[in-house]
């Protein structure tokens, strides 16, 4: 067989997935996702379970959201991957060998971000399901489980996957962008933390009406059967969300573009 | 072959590569010399369209670096020791550089056993002496079977076995046809390695000379002698325009004679001559060509001491 020696954004698909599953760093950070996502799910549920709602309060229990609870937790661990997927190689001199392997540069950006989001779902989705079969066999014991049947309940599994995977993206961007782990990490956990913090010193009606359009509660809302009232719909925030990852992506690109490396 | 002609690069008010034009030929091993901050880096790092330049432009094989489809097939270079990222293994660094424009896996053993890394190819980098990082580095190099190698420092932290080894390996691609460009901020192990010579210092081009027209013009020459009687010998051989400065090692060397002249100077007084060599002093042909292009000075050894 021959075959053509030329750069092709597919073979640096291939290229960046080698990468990804060649550092030990990566098999940890999303192991300890895929643990803070089942474990905490099931540590919550036996919480639950030992001390259940009044009874007055069964009807807005939300037995999916207590199964889900690790997925906040775990973004933090995908975010962080996802910055040191690209900083690692600013620290370690690697992105040299890399750009002068793949000049055009974009190539790099867009393999890496197709790797890692593929990777990301690979794992989270069977994660999130499991956290949620497991929640639900431990809520079962005091009967406040429920099932994959129920309207949204499906897509809140699903979406709690599709948030994770978004949310390494964003660090994946910012780390392409600030080039360094501590300034992209910091930039990371303030996206994600820092607005709720802000808007809740405005007046209540300003709070309220903003509330819903900041990056997690907008992300957040596809991972929940039962979304807080003054947040969006569940794809129209986390297509919100996406917009935001795609305009630091974007940012990212036209860096990498311009700027030596 | 490498042409670059006019390049300027400027990193905020410091210019680190100075209006630079020349050309690195196939066939032969052309060193790239320069004290410290010269601007050795930069310039290769332009050649591979890392930085962009000022003004001014740099072509590889006719082309700019960023232009070709298969770069590595192009040009395959080493731009710094440690290169690989260090929880990676020396297998996975180079078979992921190889997917990125479809070489073939059995390349990257051909490359491994080629720098003799069979051993500890599949551990982490993280754990490699600096020699291995080179040698690492070279298999990069040399993944694309390419017609133009760019080293920037090859022999920075090689054991000797290491250093003939890299510049047998040189001398071998640049017989094959190759260009080869490589640096160094020592000029005697460029005289070992290199057949032609681009010396710069304060970015600015000082010298593009053959080897050989530079050792037959190295400005002085100077004879080391050993003698059975150092002393008188120094005696005779002192003169207006010779200088005699003993060594450590109880010979002298004496600069202004030829080793005739010392030999038969020698043989007049009677004394016996135990060892006579003559130096081309090179690396004090490179003192003074980038004299006024040092960048960083310790003002003398006397200074240092108070």
Redesign the interface.
Known sequence: MT??????PL??V???W??LR????TAWSLATAVALVVGFGALYSTLRVTRPPEPAAVASFDPTAVSLVGVQLAALAVGVLGVLLVT??YA???I?????????RLPVLWGKAVAFAATTLALCVPAALAAFLVGQSILARERLDTTLGQPGTARAVLGSALYLAAVGLLGLGLGALLRSSAGAIAALFGLLFAPQIVVGFLPASWSDASYGYLPVPAGAAVTSVRPDPITLGPWTGFGLFCLYVAVVLGLAAWQLRRR?? | MIEVAGLTKRYGDKLAVDDLTFTVRPGVVTGFLGPNGAGKSTTM?LL?????PTRGSATVNGRP??E??????E?G?L??A????????AY??L???A?????RRSRVDEVIEAVGLQQVARK?AGGFSLGMGQRLGIA?ALL?DPRTIILDEPLNGLDTEGIRWVRSLLRDLAADGRTVFVSSHLMNEMALTAQHLIVIGRGRLLADTGMEELMASAARTSVRVRSSDQDALAARLRAPGVEVSPDSDGAVTVSGLSTDEVGTAAAAAGITVLELTAQASLEEAFMEMTRDAVEFRAPTTEGAKQ
């Open positions: 075959r053509t020696i030329r750069v092709t073979r640096v291939r290229s960046e080698t990468k060649s550092l030990p760093s690692g190689e370690s001199g690697t040299r060998t890399t750009l002068a392997a793949v000049p055009a030596d490396a | 790092r591979l369209g890392l930085d962009a670096y960023r070709h489809a298969a770069p590595l097939r040009v270079a731009l710094e440690r290169s690989a990222h260090p929880g990676r293994s996975r660094h078979l992921a550089l997917q990125t424009c479809g070489i982490r990069t694309g």
